[in-house]
């Protein structure tokens, strides 16, 4: 891949070559790489992104296409090892990221990138929800990882408040007590942020849209029935609040947490 503006992404051109030299590391490859957004996606969507990064591609005639997408995949193949991470270049970086639905499936990847390919990359980026073998779109900061620029802003605010919090944590809940909820959930549940003080917890929400379909909320008061249960209250704001005012938003939260410790 060259680039002769750095800061013009129609001059980012990609060639099978420029992955001939194996930078990879031979550690831990840290989930968040280096670059600042990160989509999680199988051989064959990263091979449909690199095409798209290869203004002549489309020129070529059928044939040199598969051929360029076989020489290509077998440049990847060797790659298919945990620890795998290489700085394609200073704005894209790729990481192997296994076989989600285990022996004999597609393997996985991590591509890294930064702002001068996020408007190239938007109408690549899976549908599917990661961890189930797909991938979505992250926003990284200070190594945690966000869905949304409200939930990004929420983040900032309980930083500069010095508030202890888990972004986006994930865990599983019993449901052999919960029988109200029990055909709502499969035990798996996950918070937006648990923010803490004095020993104290509280669950905040940042609603996007889909979060007012009539399943999904159906599934959220289920899941905020049972985190009650356990002693962990559920206090939800619209994401527009978030994006729009982060800072009452925190406000609140605190002053809902501080009377409860």
């Not at 549908?127 to 990882?145: A, N, R």
Request: glycine share 10%; net charge negative.
């Amino acid at each position: 891949m060259s680039i002769n503006d750095a800061h013009n992404v129609d001059n980012f051109d990609f060639n099978p070559d420029d992955l001939d030299t194996d930078t990879g590391s031979g550690g831990i490859v840290p989930i968040g790489g280096e670059l600042p957004y990160n989509i999680q996606i199988s051989t064959s969507k990263l091979l449909d992104i690199l095409t798209s990064l290869s203004p002549g591609f489309q020129q070529l005639s059928a044939s040199a296409k598969r051929e360029w997408r076989t020489k290509l995949s077998r440049k990847l193949y060797p790659w298919t090892r945990p620890g795998f991470y290489k700085r394609v270049n200073e704005a894209l970086h790729l990481g192997y990221a296994g076989q989600p639905g285990g022996h004999g499936t597609q393997h996985y990847w991590r591509l890294f990138y930064d702002d001068r390919l996020r408007d190239r990359l938007e109408p690549y980026i899976p549908s599917e929800q990661t961890g189930g073998g797909g991938g979505e779109k992250l926003i990284e900061w200070g190594g945690l990882y966000f869905r949304s620029e409200a939930e990004l802003r929420i983040a900032k605010i309980l930083d500069q408040e010095e508030v202890l919090f888990f972004a986006n944590a994930r865990g599983r809940v019993g449901l052999l007590d919960a029988p109200v909820s029990n055909n709502q959930s499969n035990g798996r549940v996950e918070a937006d942020f648990m923010l803490f003080h004095k020993g104290r917890c509280l669950i905040l929400e940042v609603d996007g849209q889909h979060h007012l379909e009539g399943g999904q909320m159906v599934r959220d008061y289920a899941r905020d029935r049972m985190l009650l249960r356990a002693g962990l209250p559920t206090i939800r704001f619209t994401g527009r609040d978030c994006l729009d005012r982060p800072q009452a938003v925190v406000a609140e939260c605190l002053s809902i947490l501080q009377a409860r410790s």
